[in-house]
Nanobody
């Protein structure tokens, strides 16, 4: 029973920061065994990826983020983190974690709202 759960969202002012966490559970499952990506989706817009990390630790980002986000993996507790700095209103979205194993597993998402 693979389960992906996102947490850490909230409401912040422009310029603020948040740290999101993606937690994986399931017998024999590990973030080290597959690619994992963070996606976001705003109302009325398509879901798209913003950052990812492969099983060997290779990291990629959506270029428009301009270096504001940082993805990392904590092997000890099987979590993936997304640190978001200098947040802007356009970052407002539901953020979802995608565990790409034999199929794509998704969490329910965590809401990030950037507003003054």
């Amino acid at each position: 029973q693979v389960q992906v759960v996102e947490s850490g969202g909230g409401v912040v002012q422009p310029g603020g920061s948040l740290r999101l966490t993606c937690t994986l559970s399931g017998s024999g499952r590990s973030f080290n065994d597959a690619n994992v990506a963070w996606h976001r989706q705003a109302p009325g817009m398509r879901r798209h990826s913003v950052a990812g990390i492969t099983e060997n630790g290779r990291i990629w980002y959506e270029p428009s983020l301009n270096g504001r986000f940082t993805i990392s993996r904590d092997t000890a507790d099987n979590t993936i983190h997304l640190r978001m700095d200098n947040l802007m209103p356009e970052d407002t979205a539901i953020y979802l974690c995608n565990y790409r194993a034999e199929k794509d597993y998704w969490g329910q998402g965590t809401q990030v709202t950037v507003s003054s």
